[in-house]
């Protein structure tokens, strides 16, 4: 997305033409209409970010009025995300509900939730919404430009960063979950067993996951500054790994997703704040965090890198993740099938856990496998997972970095699917 | 400008205005206003109406307004294009506000 600003003319142009849009939903349904918009102050009204959280809030609208919503408009414009819903629900009830959702957050105060009822009036809230930056009634303060567009600007920022950064290390860490409890998976630890591993297990995998919530936030952080400090990012990995092992005892059950989602959250920050590419983004921290610890100790991927030339966690950040964008793909277009988006990183991963513990014909094995699977009917897939599963165990590998690629893609499904 | 028939630009939105403006033939601007920051600001943007107005050539017609918090410039932008509705011009130059 090329960050674009926006002129007073659009803006007024664009209230016009969601009036129509409003009145035509009203005379088509005869119900009272929820028109969503963001409250941005200044001449830029879209970005990545503002999406995001729109996104986001809009997730929360339809889940407060779920059944109710009768049909559904969305449109994104140089001045930024709308969102129109037919409810069926009183107005007076409809309004009640959006002031809760707008009150109910920080962030819900740059979200409008404006009710229009059937005669096209709309429908006021009982209290006046607060200035951003002195908290006194924001018509006059507004009216009179009383704190300087610049500090409202600020406010608004540091709002949505901090929503950002909260729900994105949240996603992750959901991410992280989603792909633990998927089971089948070949040789790794699911809802069945422990795969090839003797050091852990499910629980144990969900709380190591829980451990890395405030580095994912940190990673956000880094990713929304304007020059970042890269040996921060790494003291941070190096720290959360560190909370990571205390907590599961010692056992190495995140360090791949430790350096993959933390690099691939300060590539999706720099996105949502500047636009471009996060896979871009995230290549760049990749490298400059690789030149920033190169005298770091080793790790099995490093030792197999050397040994086999295969690629690793570190290719894969270098490159902008082409794995997990492909497995992100694979799970747009199956509509969210996690075992098809497994198999589909699997099939092509030069997955060095693999390397580690089998060798190269761990990996043909594992990748002849997922293509054999892949090209069953989809019904047959889960039981021929559940056989390789087996095999796994008997051989004794897991395919680890996949595992991480899987979470990742399910990561990037949630948050940047413009880019799928 | 010469008003033909009512022109209303704006929306009941925050921080817009909905004007209406109907031709007359004397009795210079009228003006009914109602603001949410009638107190503080209602003298100011009834200043902004006329003097919109008044550029334009415009010396009689009653307006009705309901402002919702408008910047000048956006009473400006609702006024002149309120105007150029009830002026029947379809191609107004949004470049000239």
């Known amino acids: ?420 | 400008m010469k008003l033909m028939k009512t022109g209303t630009a704006g929306t009941m939105e925050s921080n817009d205005i909905m004007v209406t403006l109907e031709p007359k033939e004397t009795g210079g601007v009228q003006i009914a206003l109602s603001s949410s920051v009638m107190q503080q600001f209602g003298r100011q943007i009834e200043a902004v109406i006329r003097q919109t107005l008044t550029e334009l050539g415009i010396a009689h017609a009653s307006v009705d307004a309901v402002d919702k918090g408008a910047l000048d410039c956006t009473v400006r932008a609702r006024v002149r294009t309120a105007a150029y509705r009830a002026a029947d011009q379809q191609n107004y130059d949004w470049g000239a506000m």
């Open chain 1, 1 to 420: 997305m090329i960050i674009q600003k926006t002129t007073l003319e659009e803006v007024l142009r664009n209230r016009e033409k969601r009036m129509h849009a409003q009145q035509d939903l009203i005379q088509r349904y005869q119900r009272p209409i929820l028109s969503c918009t963001m409250n941005i102050p200044g001449d830029v009204k879209r970005t990545p970010l503002i999406d995001f959280v729109f996104r986001q809030k809009m997730g929360e609208v339809r889940c407060e009025f779920g059944g109710e919503i009768i049909a559904e408009k969305r449109q994104c414009e140089v001045t930024g995300p709308e969102a129109f819903f037919v409810v069926d629900a009183s107005p007076t009830d409809l309004k009640e509900r959006a002031v809760t959702i707008e009150s109910q957050s920080r962030v819900g105060r740059l979200l409008d939730l404006d009710v229009i009822d059937t005669d096209g009036t709309k429908r006021s809230r009982m209290q006046p919404r607060s200035c951003l930056v002195c908290g006194g009634p924001v018509t006059i303060c507004s009216r009179s430009r009383a704190h300087g567009l610049a500090a409202v600007k600020s406010a608004a920022w540091d709002i949505l960063t901090a929503y950002a950064e909260a729900q994105l290390a949240d996603l992750a860490v959901d991410a992280l979950k989603r792909e633990a409890v998927l089971t089948p998976k070949p040789g790794l630890v699911d809802g069945n067993n422990n795969g090839a591993h003797r050091d852990m297990d499910l629980g144990l995998l969900l709380s190591s996951a829980d451990s890395l919530r405030l580095y994912f936030q940190f990673c956000v952080d880094v990713g929304f500054r304007e020059a970042p400090d890269i040996s921060k990012l790494v003291n941070a990995g190096l720290e959360a790994e560190k909370t990571m092992l205390s907590r599961t005892g010692g056992v190495n059950t995140h360090k791949g997703a430790v350096y993959a989602m933390g690099l691939f959250l300060c590539g999706v920050a720099k996105y949502f704040k500047q636009g471009g590419d996060p896979f871009a983004h995230s290549a760049f921290f990749a490298a400059v965090q690789a030149e920033a610890s190169a005298g770091e100790r080793s790790s099995h991927g490093r030792i197999v890198q050397a040994k086999y030339l295969a690629g690793g966690a570190r290719e894969e950040a270098m490159n902008g993740f082409p794995t997990a964008r492909k497995g992100a793909a694979a799970l747009t277009e199956s509509q969210g099938d996690e075992l098809y988006a497994l198999l589909k990183i699997l099939e092509g991963i030069r997955d060095t856990n693999l390397l580690y513990r089998g060798g190269m014909d761990a990996l043909d094995y594992v990748q002849a496998q997922a293509r054999r699977i892949l090209a069953m009917d989809p019904e047959r897939r889960k039981d021929a997972l559940l056989e390789m599963d087996q095999e796994c165990i008997r051989l004794n590998i897991s395919p680890g970095g996949a595992a991480d690629m899987l979470a990742l893609a399910l990561f990037i499904e949630r948050t940047v699917p413009e880019l799928i």
